[in-house]
């Protein structure tokens, strides 16, 4: 059994990157290692706030190395990937000298207008690379770093949601289409698109995530401006699993995401989704999944009078062979074994 550090700025949270890090500590805990989260904010096993995004100053080297004495492997999570603490990054980046680490990049800098302008990740000859789509791994190889992919990963057998209780929290009626925007409020989640769609197809839209960002006032505007009804915010006691249950279509309008879970959740809960094609996105149906495109009113509408079962079956069948949760720790085991972790590290 090997210690392993998982590292970032939050973690534990409901943010894509604390989720996917949820899963590989899961699988990475049932290969038998013993796992530590070290991060600046969330829920985690041991807090180090000059870690967090907004943190007025980094750890030092040695509180960070106190942090982090011990551990045979240290599992980095976006914190080099998106500068968004640099000063915390190059701490970091001292503290992993001549020591094996493994760097799971969700974002590039470069991937983000804001931060285009900043340093992409560093490499050491015991630091290993990997992403979460192929385009990632492409841009860092063009970049003189090697890494392998690993797309995120997904429980393809939920448990069912509550559909009728959910919609009676929602004060939605039985008859009104409900349809579900699961992320936060940010720019590049485009949720005038969500809102234009939902206005056609004459539904209730339902933003599940807070404006972030600095994005308040322009979604405070857009809402206004909208003829659309809009629900704000999951209720106390609602799951994930409940909101697609409540939700009559998913849409993901966002002009650019790492990866994008709600694409695949809508698979695992067999429901309908108007996509926005950002570029990992198409990367992604290229497995051979069936969405429908979300400025495609007429096949939405039409799915919506008269779904068919056929297509949920077909992209869950997708979903299992490429993206399943089950399959991630032998993944896991694979990447690890070419750090010789041992028993006796």
């Not at 070290?38 to 190395?65: F, Y």
């Not at 979604?219 to 209720?235: F, G, K, W, Y």
């Not at 006691?237 to 966002?254: I, Q």
């Amino acid at each position: 059994m090997s210690r392993v550090a998982v590292v970032s700025f939050r973690l534990g949270g409901t943010d894509g990157v604390s989720i996917e890090a949820a899963k590989w500590v899961a699988a990475l805990r049932q290969l038998g290692h013993d796992v530590t989260t070290v991060a600046g904010s969330g829920d985690v096993d041991r807090l180090v706030p000059g870690l967090a995004a907004n943190a007025s100053s980094p750890p030092t080297i040695q509180e960070l190395r106190d942090a982090l004495e011990g551990y045979d492997l240290i599992i980095v999570e976006n914190l080099a990937s998106l500068p968004l603490n640099i000063a915390a990054r190059d701490v970091l980046y001292e503290v992993l000298k001549d020591r094996d680490a493994l760097f799971h990049h969700h974002d590039l800098a470069w991937q983000r207008d804001h931060l285009a302008h900043l340093d992409g990740p560093r490499d050491e000859p015991r630091w290993r690379h990997v992403t979460i789509n192929e385009l990632s791994r492409r841009e860092l190889h063009e970049r003189g770093i090697e890494a392998t992919t690993i797309y995120n990963t997904f429980d393809c057998d939920p448990p069912p949601g509550q559909r009728e209780r959910t919609r009676r929290l929602l004060d939605v009626l039985d008859d009104e289409r409900l349809v579900v925007l699961p992320t936060r409020a940010i720019a590049r989640k485009n949720v005038a698109g969500a809102l234009r769609l939902s206005e056609q197809l004459d539904a209730v839209l339902w933003l599940l995530g807070p404006a972030e960002d600095g994005y308040d006032e322009e979604l405070e505007a857009l809402v206004l401006d909208s003829s659309t009804s809009v629900r704000r915010m999951m209720p106390e006691g609602v799951t994930m699993s409940d909101v697609y249950a409540a939700a009559d279509l998913v849409v993901m309008s966002s002009t650019w995401e790492g990866f994008g879970n709600p694409v695949l959740e809508s698979v695992t809960h067999r429901r309908p989704l108007a996509l926005n094609p950002y570029p990992v996105a198409r990367e992604i149906i290229s497995f051979g999944f069936e969405f429908f495109e979300l400025h495609d009113v007429p096949a939405i509408e039409g799915f919506l009078q008269h779904p068919g079962e056929g297509l949920f079956e077909s992209n869950l069948r997708v979903a299992r062979q490429h993206f399943n949760e089950a399959d991630l720790p032998a993944r896991l085991d694979v990447l690890l074994s070419r750090f010789s972790l041992t028993d006796d590290d």
